[in-house]
Structure formats: structure tokens, C-alpha cells
């Protein structure tokens, strides 16, 4: 599928390229020669089954739209379609002022600008440039679904600055599919995924129907909001909070509703998005909403209490940017439009301006022994044999243990018999497992 996807979005392009290239070489012919030259018309994509092709079908792009969309992507797969305005002007000796354009620091070829879309598209005077400008406005799809962009450098005029196509749509358009940013500075968040399935989560049966609400409303959310007329009363998205015991399946069950709903589930890295430095903590998180918005992912915030502790009284400048930062991260949970999940250990350290504005708080409770056989039971490998004297019912009632710490000593376990070079499970490793565990919080089985 994903070779069919690129060769559908290749055989789209190369029609749009011919087509820029002819139009760019009239628009050369008509400022040169001052000749009335004919514009050739744009390819008909109305039935055209590339993604690169509904797009431009789904935001009813005109003409216009079609040509600066072009300029953001022809450096990306056909940089050799701009020389064309690389022409010095000889009266000067450089470029000419009107094609626009940058050198960048590793790319040899010409970076368009917004002078250069102005150059093709505005060439009947100011009224046209003007109008031009309309399509770098926060208003238009461009920037509203983050398609592409002007990046101006400082106070120099807006038309100056290059033309930067988003990493999502340039997938799309050369891979068929959205792009998966990469995690580093830049993009605090990592993505995570499980092999796990709905069976093999444990959870209390009133866990499991707040879980059940937040998979109603990925399901139905946009028929509420769009077909039943919803969206000027109820806002977009889905906030949840996580709340209890480590290893009791907060992280599982953020990744078992990516992996139903074919979402991707993004785990915000708090080392690289909490700075002491004023300002900066927002700035991380907003790198990563920003690049969310549009994108159907789910947003889990681990250890959430680090990032949205309480607000506390101000009596100093510090207390005050701190509460100025929780506030700044309730605004951008309350306006994000998807899907949001806060993880914490101890609900009673989120603020409580948070707590109202969830949909849901699910408590993760500590199994119980029903629920810890269970897990006990699912979690050793199909060939595996458990030794005649290990009663796994004994275990579940006699030692209190999360779901994750169990697997911990199913892990231990079964290292244990690969050491010995058998498949079976015996009592002692069992044991030395969770007294292991148990010892990790200074407990004594």
C-alpha cells in the first residue's frame, strides 16, 4: 500500500511540475519580452487518486494556492525547477529584486520567498500583492492547518521570508502519510505504542467504564460536535486524568486506546520540557501542542503532578511566573482539540483548576486478588509448565502487587528457567522475584 501511495503522489507531482514549470517560463517570457503571454492552464486532479490530489480537492485550492504550494515543495523534490531565477540582473550585477529568493547555508539551489510568489502571481500591481498577502494570514488553511508558512527573519519585510512547507504535508505528499516527528529538543515527545491488548488489561470494573467513555467519545466526538450541531456549545477534545499506584496500567491503557483508534500515542518527556528558566517551559510544551493540533494523536503527560502541581500563594517573583506557567499549560490542555491524558500517582498534587476541567478521572486502584491471579495468569509464555508445589492463587492472596510488578517477577521467573535451560517455572524464583520487587520499596516478604 505505502509503494502505491508513492507512486500515485509521484505521477500527480510530475504533472503539477511540468505544468509550474510551463507557467513559470510564460510569466519569464512576459516581464523580459513585456508581451501578453498565455497562462497554461492547471492539471485536472478531480479524479485523481493520490493523497497529493485530495488535498488540493478537500481545501478547494485555486490556482494561486496551487502555485505557492508548489514553490514550498518544488526545493524538496525538484530544486532544479527554481534556477530559472537564479537570472542576474545586469544592470546591477545580482539577482533580480522581484524574483525574491535565499541561498541557504547547505542548499545550493534557490529557496523561494514570498517575493517570488508575489513575482508569479501579483503581476498586474499592488492590488494583487495585497490580496497576495491574504495567504500567509493566520485566517487562511494554510497557516489555520499548518500546511505552510512564511518564516520572515526579524523586522525585514514579510514577503521576504521563505516559504517553509510543514513536515507533516511533505510526507504526505512524498510518502503517502503523515509524518512522525522524531524525539529530541525540538519536539519533547516520545511515541509509544504496546503489543498488548484489551484482554490483558486488569482493572477494576469502574476503572474500566471511565475507559469505556473516553473510547465512546474518540468514536462519536466528531458526529456530536459536526452532525448534531454541538461545536458552539461543547469545546473539541477530551481531557482524562490518571490517578493512582505506579505499574497499575495508566501507560498501557493510554496506548491500548492509540492502538484501537490507529492514533499515536505521543509521552511528553518533562526532562526536556521543565526548564528553571522563565518562559522556556512554555515554550517546550507549546513546540509540541503546536505540532499536535492538527495530528490525531493522543497526548500523555506522565508524572503530570511535575507539570501541573498546584498553584501556590505568591509571595515571591518565583511563585509568581510558577503560577503563571500552570496557567499558561491549563489554557493549552483546555484549548487542545484532541485527545489529552495527565498521569499522576497522587491526584491530590494536580491543581484543582485542572481537576474541574476534565471529562473523566480514572483511579487506578491496586488489583485485588481476583485481579492479581488473573494477571499472575496471562502473563507467563503459552509453552511454559509451573512447578507441581507453585499455587499461583496462594501468591495472588498472600502478596499485594500492581499489575507491572508482576510482570517484573514473570520476567525474573522465566529468565531463571532459560538459565537453567528448561521451560519450567519454579517457586523459588517466583519468590526471590518479589522479594526483589518488594524490596525495591523497602518492604520484607
Known amino acids: 500500500?505505502?509503494?502505491?501511495?508513492?507512486?500515485?503522489?509521484?505521477?500527480?507531482?510530475?504533472?503539477?511540475?511540468?505544468?509550474?514549470?510551463?507557467?513559470?517560463?510564460?510569466?519569464?517570457?512576459?516581464?523580459?519580452?513585456?508581451?501578453?503571454?498565455?497562462?497554461?492552464?492547471?492539471?485536472?486532479l478531480s479524479n485523481d487518486p493520490s493523497v497529493y490530489a485530495q488535498v488540493v480537492r478537500h481545501y478547494s485550492m485555486t490556482t494561486a494556492e496551487r502555485i505557492i504550494l508548489l514553490l514550498a515543495l518544488i526545493p524538496h523534490i525538484q530544486p532544479q525547477l527554481l534556477d530559472i531565477f537564479f537570472v542576474k540582473n545586469a544592470t546591477y550585477d545580482r539577482g533580480f529584486t522581484e524574483f525574491g529568493g535565499i541561498k541557504g547555508?547547505?542548499?545550493?539551489?534557490?529557496?523561494?520567498?514570498?517575493?517570488?510568489?508575489?513575482?508569479?502571481?501579483?503581476?498586474?500591481?499592488?492590488?494583487?500583492r495585497f490580496q497576495l498577502i491574504h495567504y500567509f494570514s493566520p485566517d487562511h488553511f494554510f497557516a489555520r492547518h499548518q500546511v505552510l508558512k512564511l518564516t520572515p527573519t526579524g523586522d525585514e519585510p514579510l514577503l521576504s521570508g521563505t516559504l517553509h512547507l510543514y513536515p507533516e504535508y511533505l510526507n504526505l505528499f512524498t510518502q503517502g502519510q503523515s509524518h512522525r516527528p522524531d524525539y529530541n529538543v525540538q519536539f519533547p515527545a516520545k511515541r509509544i505504542e504496546t503489543g498488548m491488548e484489551w484482554d490483558d488489561l486488569v482493572l477494576e470494573p469502574h476503572a474500566m467504564e471511565e475507559v469505556e467513555d473516553i473510547r465512546t467519545w474518540i468514536?462519536?466526538?466528531?458526529?456530536?460536535l459536526k452532525d448534531w450541531g454541538m461545536s458552539h456549545k461543547i469545546k473539541p477534545g477530551y481531557r482524562s486524568l490518571f490517578y493512582g499506584p505506579p505499574g497499575t496500567g495508566k501507560s498501557?491503557?493510554?496506548?491500548?486506546?492509540?492502538?484501537?483508534?490507529?492514533?499515536?500515542?505521543?509521552?511528553?518527556?518533562?526532562?526536556?520540557?521543565?526548564?528553571?528558566?522563565?518562559?522556556?517551559t512554555e515554550k517546550n510544551l507549546s513546540q509540541v501542542f503546536?505540532?499536535?493540533?492538527?495530528?490525531?494523536?493522543?497526548?500523555?503527560?506522565?508524572?503530570?503532578d511535575a507539570l501541573f502541581g498546584k498553584r501556590t500563594p505568591t509571595s515571591s517573583s518565583n511563585d509568581r511566573y510558577a503560577n503563571q506557567e500552570v496557567a499558561y499549560l491549563l489554557q493549552r490542555v483546555e484549548d487542545f482539540p484532541g485527545v489529552v491524558i495527565l498521569a499522576t500517582n497522587l491526584k491530590a498534587n494536580i491543581d484543582d483548576a485542572f481537576a474541574r476541567r476534565f471529562q473523566s478521572m480514572v483511579y487506578f486502584s491496586m488489583p485485588g486478588p481476583e485481579q492479581r491471579l488473573r494477571i499472575w495468569q496471562q502473563s507467563f509464555p503459552e509453552h511454559i509448565t509451573l512447578e507441581n508445589k507453585l499455587d499461583l492463587e496462594d501468591v495472588a492472596r498472600k502478596y499485594e502487587m500492581a499489575g507491572g510488578t508482576i510482570i517484573n517477577v514473570v520476567r525474573y521467573s522465566c529468565l531463571m528457567a532459560l538459565k537453567r535451560g528448561d521451560n519450567t517455572i519454579r517457586q523459588k524464583d517466583i519468590m526471590t522475584g518479589i522479594r526483589k520487587e518488594f524490596g525495591k520499596d523497602g518492604k520484607i516478604v
Request: negative net charge.
Open 252 to 280: 498501557l491503557t493510554a496506548c491500548l486506546l492509540g492502538k484501537t483508534f490507529n492514533m499515536d500515542v505521543y509521552r511528553i518527556d518533562l526532562s526536556l520540557v521543565v526548564s528553571k528558566y522563565i518562559g522556556e
Open 1 to 44: 500500500m505505502g509503494i502505491q501511495l508513492i507512486a500515485s503522489n509521484a505521477t500527480a507531482l510530475e504533472q503539477e511540475l511540468e505544468w509550474f514549470q510551463l507557467m513559470a517560463a510564460a510569466r519569464m517570457q512576459q516581464y523580459f519580452q513585456q508581451t501578453a503571454v498565455e497562462t497554461p492552464a492547471p492539471p485536472d
Open 105 to 128: 547555508q547547505s542548499h545550493g539551489g534557490f529557496l523561494p520567498t514570498g517575493e517570488t510568489a508575489a513575482f508569479l502571481l501579483a503581476t498586474d500591481g499592488l492590488q494583487q
Open 219 to 224: 468514536q462519536h466526538g466528531g458526529t456530536l
Open 290 to 304: 503546536d505540532r499536535a493540533i492538527h495530528q490525531q494523536w493522543i497526548l500523555f503527560f506522565d508524572e503530570a
